[in-house]
């Protein structure tokens, strides 16, 4: 069975600077999507980024990019000049590539984001 | 903005009583689930749908059952609540390279 795991239930960061969110998942496919989940107090689940496992190039997405390890099986998520909005709890998933296209989530990362 | 709809936002009801949770989306997606999500924030699939008439239990188990008999609906019921139902439900759509969420039904049961 896939599992997903993020060890660090919460991190902070100053306006401006840079933090990176961790996540590492465990799985015998070879084929498999990546993703950040992005869940603010309203709620409502947003994407943030998505990985395909068969691209070797990191994702971006603006402030938003990745660091996708296949062989370590890491999938960190690093976002560039925070902003307050930024603040959210963060949602590391997998999706197999075939079988149903289940999402698999993290435990989730609370980010705070500091004046 | 995805056009998925999660009605009501906010139920508190009493132990005992039926309720439905409503879900549907608009995209024409085969592909609907149902999240539970705990107070620590960790989400559970606990049903999922592949088409019209298709459903099947997900990794928690869960007393709620679903049904799909139209590709845009996919509501969850609960045939007598209980206070270790109340929780965040999360309803979601998508294909393979994404899934849209609803903004979520909180259910309270007192």
């Known amino acids: 069975a896939q599992t997903v795991t993020q060890s660090q239930p919460e991190m902070s960061v100053q306006e401006a600077e840079t933090v990176t969110l961790s996540c590492t998942y465990d799985t015998s496919e070879s084929d498999y999507y990546l993703f950040w989940y992005k869940q603010p107090p309203s709620r409502q689940m947003i994407l943030v980024i998505r990985q395909e496992a068969y691209k070797q190039q990191n994702a971006t997405e603006n402030r938003f990019s990745v660091n996708f390890q296949k062989a370590a099986k890491s999938f960190s998520l690093k976002i560039s000049d925070s902003q307050l909005g930024d603040a959210a709890m963060y949602f590391c998933a997998y999706r197999m590539l075939q079988g149903g296209s289940r999402l698999t989530f993290g435990e989730g990362t609370q980010l705070t984001v500091n004046p | 903005e995805a056009d998925i709809y999660q009605t009501p936002r906010y139920l508190v009801i009493g132990t005992g009583k039926k309720i439905t949770l409503e879900c549907s989306q608009t995209m024409g997606h085969d592909k609907m689930y149902w999240y539970q999500q705990d107070p620590g924030m960790e989400l559970h699939l606990i049903h999922y749908?592949?088409?019209?008439?298709?459903?099947e239990k997900g990794d928690l188990s869960s007393e709620s059952t679903v049904s799909r008999i139209r590709t845009e609906h996919f509501p969850l019921t609960l045939e007598s609540a209980r206070p270790s139902h109340t929780s965040q439900y999360l309803c979601?759509?998508?294909?393979?390279?994404?899934?849209?969420f609803g903004q979520g039904t909180r259910l309270t049961v007192v």
């Open positions: 749908s592949y088409g019209v008439n298709s459903t």
């Open positions: 979601a759509s998508g294909r393979l390279t994404e899934a849209f």
